[in-house]
């Protein structure tokens, strides 16, 4: 019988469908981190991300129209500040039924246009084409001072995990449509050169720092009672909910204080963990008691999973 989405799951089917890529010369990161990165000239990177925003999937249908412009831009940007990048262009291929009002669509587009521009990017152009929901794909564009991205894979045992803000009840608080992209964090930490390791908090954090684990070859402890939490969240939405979009990063503890002197953003990351050699991933709490970090944050093609 052939097996469905729904077998796999989106991580599963992912995995399959890039795992035998062929390389190109000038791909310096191709599928597998936040963006991809490639050459460009003796002294810089481009660096690539997209990302679907889908009517009923990651918005619902009563949404204004400017934050579903904002949330679709905001994610691909986040990805952007996952590598360190400095935003350059956005596209946007925005789908749609034929009876949407085209205000709707101004309305989407200057929610797009007005973060770009707070990060210093612009609309670059798109598509439009009609289809039974609404949906935005965006494409957006960086770049960086030549290999100087930061990858999932850099992490090393003894590194400190930390993250740029509180996480979890990003549905349930609206806050999925209005955060901030954490650009001039990712920003500042590739020029800082410090950071060994990031990724961006889309999934929920049990599962992203599994990938960062995963990519790096190492394993992770996370100090439950230092995960830091918005307000009336429990742990298990930080770990496990999802759309957090702030950054986690690796790096030295020599590092952390350094990084907190020239912090650009208004509150300074937060502590949470340490990368082990040991490639398992587990949750110390306040007793000392470990227990092994469960596998079950969002993932499409699985209505098994958490939805708020
Ligand atoms: N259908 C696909 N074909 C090729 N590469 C893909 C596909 N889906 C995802 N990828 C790649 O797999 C990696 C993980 O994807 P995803 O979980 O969507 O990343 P993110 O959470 O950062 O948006 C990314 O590097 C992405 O480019
Ligand atoms: C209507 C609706 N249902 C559910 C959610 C919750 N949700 C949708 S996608 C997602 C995780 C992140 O989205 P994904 O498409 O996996 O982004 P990526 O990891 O590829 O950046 C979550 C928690 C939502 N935001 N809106
Ligand atoms: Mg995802």
């Known amino acids: 019988m052939a097996r469905t989405l729904k077998d796999l799951g989106e991580r599963e089917a992912i995995r399959r469908l890039t795992a035998h890529l062929p390389a190109a010369a000038e791909l310096v990161t191709g599928p597998g981190d936040d963006a991809a990165v490639a050459r460009g000239d003796e002294s810089s990177?481009?660096?690539f991300t997209t990302d679907p925003l889908i009517e009923d999937r990651h918005f619902a249908?009563?949404?204004p129209?400017?934050?579903i412009g904002h949330k679709a831009a905001g994610r691909a940007l986040s990805d952007l500040a996952a590598m360190g990048a400095d935003p350059k262009y956005i596209f946007v291929n925005t789908v749609a039924p034929a009876d949407v009002p085209i205000e709707t669509l101004e309305a989407v587009c200057r929610g797009i246009t007005d973060l770009a521009r707070t990060h210093g990017a612009v609309l670059a152009g798109g598509d439009l084409a009609?289809?039974?929901?609404?949906?935005?794909?965006?494409?957006a564009v960086g770049t960086l001072p030549r290999g100087s991205a930061v990858?999932?894979?850099?992490?090393?045992?003894?590194?400190?995990?930390?993250?740029?803000?509180?996480?979890?009840?990003?549905f349930a608080s609206g806050r999925h449509l209005n955060f901030t992209p954490r650009?001039?964090?990712?920003?500042?930490?590739?020029?800082?050169?410090?950071?060994h390791a990031m990724i961006d908090l889309s999934?929920?954090?049990?599962?992203?720092?599994?990938?960062i684990a995963a990519a790096s070859g190492t394993g992770a402890t996370l100090f439950s009672e230092r995960v830091p939490l918005h307000a009336g969240v429990d742990l298990n939405a930080a770990l496990f909910e999802g759309e957090d979009y702030e950054l986690l990063f690796c790096c030295p503890a020599e590092a952390l204080e350094e990084i907190r002197v020239g912090w650009p953003g208004e509150s300074a990351p937060v502590e949470i963990g340490v990368i082990t050699e040991e490639r398992t991933l587990s949750l110390v709490d306040a007793s000392g008691a470990r227990a092994p970090l469960e596998d079950r944050a969002w993932e499409?093609?699985?209505?098994e999973g958490p939805r708020p």
Do not use: N
Request: aromatic share 6%; charged share 25%; hydrophobic share 35%.
């Open 45 to 47: 990177d481009w660096v």
């Open 61 to 63: 249908s009563d949404t």
């Open 65 to 67: 129209p400017a934050s």
């Open 130 to 139: 009609e289809g039974d929901a609404l949906a935005l794909h965006v494409f």
């Open 151 to 170: 990858l999932r894979s850099g992490a090393r045992p003894g590194d400190r995990i930390a993250v740029t803000g509180p996480l979890g009840g990003s």
């Open 183 to 195: 650009v001039d964090e990712g920003r500042f930490l590739r020029e800082s050169g410090l950071a």
């Open 203 to 211: 999934d929920g954090l049990g599962t992203d720092l599994r990938h």
């Open 300 to 303: 499409h093609f699985r209505p």
